[in-house]
């Protein structure tokens, strides 16, 4: 649906900024979903961005903006002055608002938060305060609460007040004076309920909540388990703090998920998605982790060199009498893992990016964007192999004492088939996605056997050209 | 939360049943959360289930029966006759309904379609007969709809005659006489809107709508995108058909995360969760990579052997000199693959299941079955283990024409490092989970790293036995 929004209406979008169509820009803010408004806008830039967002009404921009990536969000928030940064601030909801600060520099954070009225600002600052992995860091503050002993009638009319600041009214919590958590009513409930029934007759006491220290993965799971629209959150002394929805629930379960993907095939979890992260922090967070496999895989040939020195002696062979072939033995699962792993890493990354984008668009930009991600994954590829190639080369020469043609070939292997490897883990998946199939069977283990094969054919013939 | 609730409510319950104390039973299902009861009810056997349920009335019992997992729904409605049954499906909610019908052979589905209302059926038949991975097979056919030209007091009044069989009447959707979707509205602002006014004047009319056939992870990861509780489906003619709601979203997204999380292990998709598996079954979705992955290594040994033979040539040196060396050259490739690939399995498998189970009882339960898992996986690794080693002997002995204490080496050694890479790929996250650490650092990579270096002394090891 929005996929077919964003062919359809982005040209007309970008006409109507040429012509400078203000009534359009606000009319088309105020017809199509703020979520697809916002997708289309992603695609444009930030000061055009802006040129749109102005042309609708307040509540209506903030809505639209809190559905606009977080990394977006923190580069268009820098074009605003003061008074329309904290005009938008007070606006968004609690948990959008604070993900938004904390995306912030600190000294800079410090200078928004004191444009924000004390009561809220406090609430702001106790939101950051959470551990990133915590209920508190995902929960908003703003849900909809009542008192036990009024009616049913009077609930409705409370609720309708609360409505305007509360993230969902379909989930009611009842409160006593100090904050503490007695009850919940749904408004299914409430709807059903005879209007002179008081709350406290109806409500449910047994109400399952979570500390705001728990873990959010938890949180996300149970509020799952239930088929909740909500959970409560509380402090240490029981009092209601804040409450974690659904779509809350679903964001955490995503990012778990991301989080592990990577793991698995030795990525460094990344804080935004694939595409959107900077060249260098790709390359430290897969460098750092090939480079630890390779120091594993060097102690590997130290092994093999102790036992076939040994084996050699005893079974009378010259040590060293071919060269070559030791050479292979003791650095062929070197070449292999360097080749394995970095493939793995690019599929890992790939295939979870297109997790993440089930819908395969077949316009002209979704072929450009995979244009540009293949020739960035070849320059990984170059600099990865480069790095890993150095380490290998060092150690071969000065550790191991293999001659210098020897380390160069080694290094000149690993440098080609790192690239190789993560040009299979890019185009494989990419090919089977393009075939209607799906990506995922181009599994780790899969992508390091092809490579393999390509690896041992590879150094043979490197070898023998540099050994020679 | 509910973990606490099983340690401390799962004894009592248990009394309850030794002494039949039948209202204290019937207490247990009012009081504590359907969820959680059926949790409780999942450590019980089949017929003790039962007693329970049967103290809870009706309505109650079929809610819980509907959080119990599909697989051991499908146990428990063996235990029914024909008139017990209809009752529960009669009431069971559209889509648990679907997914328990599809769950049986389909014989004994007919015969119990014959026990629900000729109406009602249709409805099934329908719903069973949309592709698994569509959006058709997660909708429920049970959701709240209005006619555009009546007024919000009519429509509250409405709402509440089909808040019974709806699954959710917080979105309201707004279809003509011929059930084409035109409008949509939620509780909210129907609650917020003045009662005199016509739904036609307030309703959203840019609806964002998919079809039956979309791919579910399609519809789920735009129900999250768009913070929706749930959208609505539509057949080729625009006719509403059914919503998919936030909790299937989360469960699909569960789900595509845990197929992903398998294929990158190259571990086939299971049905269930990897506790609930049998053992077969968990023997055929990894033997069957294994092998292939096997074939390809072996594939691999041959391209190494045509080096050897023709550099040993060319380098002067007899072919076949250093029998052990020559094996080594030749298989360590193949063996460290067996090894590593099966490790990532297990720790693929492992990490997942504990993503899913992201809260760890430190009670007895837990530590029981986290023995028998262990058990099963030495017990799959030694199953697997001989299964490629048999291959791996063949291969060897008939086609490499190796001799046949070379080739026992070899199948020996692939059984002992399957073995290994199985336990390291197990007990590593388990002990990482145990520390309070993330056990999904243990990618495979890492696993395959250092089950390579094992594979490396045993080979030796083992072949300089078997050789000399």
Redesign the interface.
């Given at each position: 649906?929005?996929d077919a929004y964003q062919t359809l209406i982005l040209p007309d979008v970008q006409q109507m900024l040429e012509e400078e169509d203000l009534r359009g820009l606000s009319e088309f803010c105020k017809?199509?979903?703020p979520?697809?408004v916002a997708?289309i806008l992603e695609e444009l830039e930030d000061s055009q961005i802006w040129t749109i967002l102005d042309q609708a009404e307040l509540p209506l921009r903030v809505e639209i903006f809190e559905?606009i990536s977080l990394r977006r969000q923190t580069a268009l928030v820098e074009l605003l002055d003061s008074a329309r940064l904290s005009n938008l601030l007070e606006l968004m909801s609690a948990d959008d608002r604070v993900d938004l600060l904390s995306e912030m520099p600190e000294t800079h954070r410090e200078d928004v938060l004191r444009l924000i009225a004390k009561a809220e600002r406090n609430d702001i600052r106790r939101l950051l305060s959470y551990d990133e992995d915590s209920a508190g860091s995902i929960m908003t503050t703003e849900y909809a609460s009542l008192p036990a002993n009024i009616t049913v009638r009077d609930a409705?009319a409370q609720?309708?007040q609360q409505?305007p600041n509360s993230e969902t009214?379909?989930y009611v919590y009842i409160i006593n004076e100090a904050r503490k958590l007695e009850g919940f009513i749904s408004?299914?409930e409430l709807?059903?309920a005879k209007p002179e029934t008081r709350l406290s007759e109806i409500m449910q006491r047994?109400v399952?909540?979570?500390k705001v220290s728990e873990?959010r993965?938890?949180v996300a799971?149970?509020?799952?388990?239930?088929?909740f629209?909500a959970l409560p959150i509380v402090d240490e002394d029981d009092r209601l703090v804040g409450i974690v929805t659904?779509?809350d629930?679903?964001?955490v379960?995503?990012e778990?998920?991301t989080?592990?993907?990577y793991?698995?095939?030795?990525v460094a979890p990344l804080r935004d998605t694939y595409e959107e992260t900077p060249l260098l922090i790709i390359l430290w967070k897969r460098g750092i982790?090939l480079l630890f496999?390779s120091i594993?895989?060097l102690?590997?040939a130290h092994?093999?060199d102790h036992?076939?020195q040994s084996?050699?002696a005893?079974?009378g062979?010259p040590v060293g009498?071919?060269s070559?072939?030791t050479l292979?033995?003791l650095f062929?699962?070197l070449v292999?893992?360097s080749g394995?792993?970095a493939g793995?890493q690019s599929?890992?990354l790939f295939?979870?990016m297109f997790?993440?984008?089930?819908?395969e668009t077949k316009g002209g930009t979704d072929n450009a964007m995979n244009r540009s991600l293949i020739l960035r994954e070849f320059v990984i590829g170059l600099c990865l192999g480069v790095a890993l190639a150095s380490l290998d080369f060092g150690v071969a020469w000065l550790w191991f004492g293999r001659t210098f043609a020897e380390s160069a070939a080694i290094a000149t292997t690993v440098v080609t088939v790192v690239i190789l490897g993560t040009s299979a883990g890019t185009l494989l998946p990419l090919m089977l996605r393009r075939l209607g199939m799906?990506p995922?069977?181009m599994?780790?283990?899969?992508i390091?056997?092809?490579v393999?094969?390509l690896a041992?054919?590879i150094f043979?013939e490197i070898a023998?050209v540099f050994v020679?």
């Open positions: 649906m929005q017809v199509v979903h979520a697809a997708e559905y409705l609720l309708r409505a009214i379909y408004l299914r709807i059903l047994d399952i909540r979570f873990q993965a938890v799971q149970e509020l799952g388990r239930y088929n629209i659904h779509d629930a679903l964001d379960v995503q778990e998920a989080e592990d993907a793991l698995q095939g030795a982790w496999l594993v895989a102690m590997n092994v093999i036992y076939r084996t050699g005893n079974e062979v009498l071919s070559l072939t292979i033995l062929l699962p292999m893992a394995g792993n793995s599929a890992t295939i979870r997790a993440l984008q089930p819908t799906d995922a069977i599994s780790n283990p899969l390091a056997a092809m393999d094969v041992v054919v043979y023998s020679s």
